[in-house]
DNA sequence: CAAAGGATTGGAAGCGTTTCCGAGCACGCA
DNA sequence: TGCGTGCTCGGAAACGCTTCCAATCCTTTG
């Protein structure tokens, strides 16, 4: 930058001011001190800008999962948003339970960003208490977290959708593969999808069967064999609520190789609205990925503008009828 | 820092030798430091740290596409290793045409980081040129870019493969549908896989029928219209070559709709061995996708490290039979 | 037993910006 | 014409660490 300053003949307080387009420089000697930048194709030293300055100009995305669909499209959103404002993104991958602990105890990000967004992972409150270490902001993007502004579909309502359209074709017995997250068995990711099936059962007056309900990590193959198991009920379910739709696309695999039609025999729902679902054909409950994602920083954007920002943002989820749900065979 | 060295009783030189595993320094002062460090829940500070010593400890990860399964990936098995070499992750989105040209244009990752991957983009000279620009290492992943050390597969042989597999059934009339980067039209992102298919026909010698090529924007749905075009000839082929598994599925579902049985009245297969592809029952070419991100990570360590790093490495596809292949009908 | 040599430590000079504090200056108003 | 005001701009002090250069001390060898 001395070079830069040199060149255009003024100090380096002013080509600093020139280059980070401060007030009071005039017109022309920011014109001057540009060029001068422009032809030794100078770029500013971040290190040193963020040394004095104080702010980073980067942003932590923590998401459990990077490979899964759901994820990778909110990630895009959220980068596609936070990018077009200057910042920077610094992925941070915490696959595993260990993975996960050495994160919240190491916190690599530290001092390292001006704010945080943990994308689709509950947090606890020891890892809470962890976070709050870090000092900066904190936003929650595909899955609420209390306490932290967050964006988010409503899983209960999303849930119901999917349930009550079933009970609208008039099935009166209606199976559940619901899914946690392999990395945290035990650990409902998103209870919201349990409670809306008991909930909706109970309020259509039909009886809760536990055989009905078949709990498997997330994936395609583990839907799959919640099928099987659903199918090899001595009385199954005439409809199926899957709580992901990349399990209930495993779940026709299973229908169509035990020579089942859908959805004369089986009516088959999913939660997300994924790309495979329009090629199967499944019905679904969509929820806008890509926007929760830009609107994680939108959030997050006027956070670090000092702004005051609310609570949470709730984004709506509709029903999108496919081929693979029709009422039941009478 | 200033406040553990005095705390530890050490100056501030041994306190950073300490912190930052340096030899030279006794074992006992050294616990005293990190116990100070401890207590005072005290983090290098990653900015002044650089500043002072010179590399960044970041990497920037460029991809074209983050919500695509190979892409998503492959960042995954990429980060694995970077975040275990303690190296930070900056990822950069560059969309569509305006984005990437911005990219290059502006290298917005300059001075921030210690090396960059390219992830499945082939690299124009000139963007190169601007590349270079920002003097540090480069490794490219998922698709070759020539001078740069690369992971890869061997397009050419992985749709050899396919196609190879295809005439072993017995199929004398082989449709391809090839997929080109909705970003880049007119820009094939795999020349080697339709170069595959045409070398293969004319080894078998087989006439060359342009009508059964058909170039579509990768994605599922434009399998789905690629394969309705391939349906509405004359004499439709009776097995398909997709250039990826997405566009094999889509193309399944056009099959599906028109009432075709696969593999009985046509075969397809496609590359790539997405999870889908094995809930769909899709004969494909695998590619260890993980693994070309963890391979290109250790690639750009040894290169960190200051080792030679040879020119690029080549991954085995390998050929994984399904349902959706069998041989065509007499 | 003395000198050489290696381990350990401290002092201090950067690393490249930002920004506070003033100084210089032109302009407008009384 | 004299003086206050608001821009511009320069000097220099941080910002928080790393590392070169010496100095000190302990150990080993002739």
Redesign the interface.
């Known amino acids: 930058m001395a070079d830069v300053a040199r060149r255009a003949g003024v100090s380096m307080a002013t080509a600093s001011r020139a280059l980070s387009n401060h007030p009071h420089v005039a017109s022309q000697t920011r014109a001057r001190v540009l060029a001068a930048a422009e032809q030794l194709?100078y770029?500013?030293?971040?290190?040193?800008s963020?040394?004095a300055g104080g702010v980073?100009g980067?942003v932590a995305?923590v998401v459990p999962?990077?490979?899964?669909?759901f994820f990778?499209?909110l990630?895009?959103g959220l980068?596609?948003v936070l990018?077009d404002a200057g910042l920077?993104?610094?992925?941070?991958?915490v696959?595993d339970a260990t993975d996960r602990r050495d994160f919240f105890q190491r916190?690599?990000?530290?001092?390292?960003v001006d704010a945080v967004v943990v994308v689709g992972m509950p947090i606890r409150d020891e890892e809470r208490d962890r976070l709050e270490?870090m000092g900066v902001h904190i936003v929650a993007a595909g899955g609420q977290v209390e306490n932290y502004p967050y964006v988010a579909i409503d899983d209960l309502s999303a849930g119901r959708q999917a349930v009550d359209h079933l009970l609208f074709l008039r099935h009166r017995r209606i199976g559940m593969i619901a899914a946690v997250d392999p990395a945290e068995p035990g650990w409902p990711a998103t209870p919201g999808r349990t409670l809306a099936y008991t909930a909706a059962l109970a309020e259509a007056g039909l009886p809760a069967d536990p055989d009905l309900v078949v709990t498997v990590p997330w994936?395609?193959?583990s839907g799959?064999d919640a099928m099987s198991r659903l199918l090899s009920l001595r009385d199954p379910p005439t409809a199926v609520y899957a709580h992901s739709d990349e399990v209930a696309?495993?779940a026709?695999?299973t229908l169509r190789r035990a020579g089942l039609r859908i959805p004369e025999d089986m009516s088959v729902i999913g939660i997300d609205d994924h790309?495979?679902a329009?090629?199967?054909?499944l019905t679904t409950i969509a929820q806008p990925v890509h926007d929760q994602g830009r609107l994680a920083g939108r959030l997050l954007l006027s956070l670090l503008a000092g702004e005051p920002g609310g609570g949470g943002v709730t984004v709506p989820t509709h029903l999108v009828v496919r081929g693979s749900t029709a009422p039941p065979r009478v």
């Open positions: 194709s770029v500013i030293s971040p290190e040193a963020r040394l980073t980067r995305v999962h990077i490979a899964r669909w990778a499209t990630l895009e980068e596609w990018r920077d993104v610094l992925l941070y991958h696959g916190l690599p990000a530290r001092r390292k270490l994936g395609g193959l799959a696309l495993g026709i695999r790309p495979m329009e090629l199967a054909d």
